[in-house]
């Protein structure tokens, strides 16, 4: 169907709810139609539906929201400067990130909101800037700081709670994204982007792109420099002289333990066992190349247990403890009280152990409740890192 033959039958199908759009015009339509392939029925139900979520949400006061401090304080990230061509330049800072600190301290519903409030802010930058350019100004330059990326951002609940603020994302903001540009990416990137590259669309991967040891020429190719703060390579100062510009890009830390409201997540695990008093419980998992990632969560029942992972240094036959290689120290840990979680990078090849430790209780057997992940990377992340620009294409 042509486009402007669908955009037209769009708008008639749309008479009872154009009035409460945040824009009418055809650009904003457009944008609905694209995200589905120019399929006006499916095109219609995203639209209603994210009408729906605009008014569960108080969209028209949601400027004048006020977050809980802690997300004020500690949510990294903001919109600093524009791109060459007007639009509005937004930094993710992952590092010093406490994800784990934010969750026990307020609830998902609240930073669902704040980063809806976000796109919000930066929707409205959008229509700002049309306004003042006298061209329209559409779509967002993103900028993902990934230094200090590590294991633990990759903790399950935070992983979840990032893919459900993506998902908002895709399902509320369609073709809004320009460019997505990953600087300073660890060699852990490649995993954590395979842990949440599924909530993206095609069109959102592909706009995805790796930066290598020239990030800072690559972003004055798209960026000027007076709109880049000197902490990313540019000349752009708050005003008292801050290189970080951190009036406008929040960069997080950690959260005080005085703001959390609970100890624990709830937890669903996917095994139960018991392990006999003066005995263990080991479980196999064959690790085929390195970079992969064993991510494992568990709990007791009322007394602690011991866990370690080992390297098995032969194949088939069950090892003792003794006679394998320690690659994360055993250690007892009180999972009764609070369920312990916990991640390893696998440098080598081979079969990992996870062994649940209950040798020194000759009184009690224990039960665990425990879940285990292999973490792959993502084949083309790790194909880019390390290259001086690198676009994540996943199309066909």
Known sequence: ??????????????????????????????KWLRARSFDVPKSEAMLRKHLEFRKYMDADNIASWEAPEVIRRYMSGGMCGYDREGSPVWYDVIG???????????????????????????????????????RKIEMVLMVFDCEGLGLKHLWKPAVDTYGELLAMFEENYPESLKRLFIVKAPK?????????????????????VVLGSNWKEVLQKYIDPEQIPVQYGGTLTDPDGDPKC????????????????????????????????????????EI?????????????????????????????????????????????????????????TCSTPGIYVLRFDNTYSYLHAKRVSYSVEVLLPDAEAAAAHGHSEESLDHSP
């Not at 402007?4 to 339509?29: I, K, T």
């Not at 830390?253 to 139960?272: I, K, T």
Request: aromatic share 10%; hydrophobic share 35%.
């Open 1 to 30: 169907m042509p486009a402007a033959m669908g955009n037209g039958l769009f708008r008639e199908n749309l008479q009872d709810v154009l009035p409460s759009l945040p824009a009418q015009d055809d650009y904003f339509l457009l």
């Open 96 to 134: 010093p990130l406490d994800a784990r600190g934010l969750l026990l301290s307020v609830s998902k519903q609240d930073l669902l909101k704040n980063k809806f409030r976000d796109c919000e802010l930066l929707r409205r930058e959008c229509e700002e800037q049309s306004r003042k350019l006298g």
């Open 188 to 208: 852990i990137f490649p995993v954590a982007y395979n842990l949440v590259k599924h909530f993206l669309s095609e069109d959102t991967r592909r706009k995805v």
């Open 246 to 285: 951190s009036s406008k890009i929040n960069y997080g830390g950690d959260v005080p333990q005085h703001y959390y409201v609970r100890d624990q997540l709830a937890q669903q695990y996917e095994h139960s066992v018991v392990v006999n008093r003066g005995s263990s419980h080991q479980v196999e998992y």
């Open 288 to 344: 085929l190349f390195p970079g992969c990632v064993l991510r494992w969560q568990f709990r007791t029942e009322g007394a602690d247990v011991g866990f370690g992972v080992y390297l098995k240094t032969k194949a088939g036959e069950r090892q003792r403890a003794g006679a394998m290689t320690e690659v994360y120290p055993n250690q007892r840990y009180n999972s009764h009280l609070v369920p312990e979680d916990g991640s390893l």
